[in-house]
Nanobody, 115 residues
Framework: QVQLVESGGGLVQAGGSLRLSCVAS????????MGWYRQAPGKQRELVAT??????TKYADSVQGRFTISRENLNTVGLQMNSLKPEDTAVYYC??????????WGQGTQVTVSS
């Protein structure tokens, strides 16, 4: 069982930066990929970025070139968000996928970008 805890959300003006961090515990050696998703009010949860254990990354088109995901160690994944836009406002969720096919989610952290 993997537990995920996010931190780093907050309020920032458009054009600013924030860094999110997600720390995993429990079963971390089985994690094969970690990622960030977000959900804005009234919208479906959507992919932001993912990184595999081998370091391969994938980004949503809307954040490509502005956000950077990094697997900092075996149990921590970060998301550096630059040039933030009001449309980036959402609850950001960390997730982890393990070798047994399990998918785990954190509780989410709010990111609000003011115009």
């Amino acid at each position: 069982q993997v537990q995920l805890v996010e931190s780093g959300g907050g309020l920032v003006q458009a054009g600013g930066s924030l860094r999110l961090s997600c720390v995993a515990s429990g079963g971390i050696f089985s994690i094969v990929a970690m990622g960030w998703y977000r959900q804005a009010p009234g919208k479906q949860r959507e992919l932001v970025a993912t990184v595999t254990r081998g370091g391969n990354t994938k980004y949503a088109d809307s954040v490509q070139g502005r956000f950077t995901i990094s697997r900092e160690n075996l149990n921590t994944v970060g998301l550096q968000m630059n040039s933030l836009k009001p449309e980036d406002t959402a609850v950001y969720y960390c997730n982890a996928y393990n070798a047994a096919g399990g998918l785990y989610w954190g509780q989410g952290t709010q990111v609000t970008v003011s115009s």
